[in-house]
């Protein structure tokens, strides 16, 4: 009867473990950029600079990598990008739904400006539906990159995403333009257990 209990263990803690696994490395849902950079309210493009945009879920734990890395991206790449963080905020919440550590880590990054987008209005309007997605325009409104700057959900560390933007603004060659997306779907209310990280 041991025997059975222990094998019964351990069969489900491989399971949670390859669940976990699963997880971390399924990417959002692939979804297509506008090529030129959309009228928005609220969001400008700028004519001098680059134009960055990260769409984020207030309280989805897996882009706080993503904010951090946005964080070193700005680092390596003095002042020449506009930067922007978009805040899903669902039609009837409360008035501070949207005010998590993560949107004052966003805030607190240098340059960035954070905005809150009405029921993912701007996000649709670029395309973007998986918190973590970033879009990189050119000052003269072409899209040059789309997707995320990490590897996995939670993941910091070198990724394709962030060199790729790094490149991309410094005037080298970046290996690829669209990267996979780590995060909750923007339309999705992210569990309880994830509120209660990022509160």
């Not at 905020?89 to 005010?99: F, H, I, L, M, R």
């Not at 995320?148 to 970046?174: K, W």
């Amino acid at each position: 009867m041991r025997s059975v209990i222990c094998t019964a263990w351990i069969i489900a803690v491989v399971a949670c473990g390859l669940f976990l696994i699963s997880y971390e490395n399924t990417a959002g849902p692939q979804a297509r950029a506008q090529t030129s950079f959309p009228k928005v309210n609220g969001i400008q493009l700028d004519p001098h600079r680059f134009t960055l945009i990260l769409f984020a879920h207030p309280k989805c734990p897996c882009t706080r990598a993503t904010v951090n890395e946005l964080n070193r991206v700005l680092s390596h790449t003095a002042n020449k990008v506009s930067a922007h963080v978009c805040f899903l905020k669902p039609a009837g919440v409360a008035e501070d739904w949207t005010q998590t550590a993560l949107w004052k880590s966003a805030a607190d990054i240098p340059g960035v400006k954070v905005h809150e987008d009405l029921d993912s209005a701007i996000a649709k309007q670029f395309g973007a539906s998986t918190s973590g997605d970033v879009v990189l325009y050119s000052p003269d409104g072409k899209l040059l990159f789309h997707g995320g700057i990490t590897a996995g959900r939670g993941h910091e560390g070198d990724n394709a995403g962030a060199s790729a933007l790094v490149a991309l603004v410094n005037g080298e060659n970046a290996k690829s333009n669209r990267t996979p997306v780590y995060g909750c779907l923007l339309e999705k209310q992210c569990n309880e257990t994830h509120q209660e990280t990022t509160q």
